[in-house]
């Protein structure tokens, strides 16, 4: 972690170096939904020289009713499980894929607090990417205040992302976090 001028904490900057040089010499580009981290992940990604060259831009979806309209979040999806949801992280990544006409798409979707939201506690969140053949959900579990719950998130999707790239099959499967380090649960992620 660095902390800006401000005195708060953001991710550390190389991890989303890493992402578009991979990006990069892939010749690929990353496209961006954005929900609890309210345009971390991409304020992280252009804080990078260069990010234009693979970063196609993003769509800060707060509201539930936007991960439908803008993203193609199946609005049924939404009604029955809330917008705190693996699936619904996999389709916000698929479908800003889709809508920004970019090679990978990266989402988050959680809890931030200061209360519980859609029956998930604080600190819940999905981190999802989806990329030409494949698509992987992380949960992760993390603790702290609004703002550190935030970064962390942006932290676990960057991360969640190189690995994805630097993978030779493909994503990674799901796997559960907690605080952003690995846990031993599994969970499904691949379609």
């Given at each position: 972690m660095t902390t800006p001028e401000d005195g708060t904490s953001r991710p550390d900057a190389s991890v989303a170096a890493t992402a578009l040089r991979l990006l990069t010499r892939r010749g690929e580009t990353l496209a961006v939904a954005e929900s609890l981290t309210g345009?971390?992940?991409?304020?992280?990604?252009?804080?990078?020289?260069?990010?234009?060259?693979?970063f196609a831009g993003s769509v800060t979806a707060y509201a539930t009713r936007l991960k439908h309209e803008l993203l193609g979040?199946?609005?049924g999806l939404l009604a029955d499980r809330g917008a705190v949801d693996p699936d619904v992280a996999r389709s916000m990544a698929r479908g800003v894929r889709d809508r920004l006409g970019a090679t990978w798409g990266l989402a988050t979707t959680g809890v931030a607090g200061p209360a519980p939201q859609d029956g998930k506690p604080v600190g819940t969140v999905y981190v999802a990417v989806a990329g030409p053949s494949h698509a992987a959900v992380v949960p992760l579990t993390l603790s702290g205040d609004r703002s550190a719950i935030r970064v962390a998130a942006v932290r676990g999707a960057l991360e969640l992302l190189v690995d994805a790239l630097s993978a030779p099959e493909g994503p990674p499967s799901g796997?559960?976090?907690?605080?952003g380090k690995a846990k031993d649960t599994e969970q499904p992620g691949s379609f």
């Open positions: 345009g971390l992940v991409a304020a992280e990604l252009t804080s990078v020289p260069g990010a234009s060259s693979a979040v199946d609005a796997e559960a976090r907690e605080n």
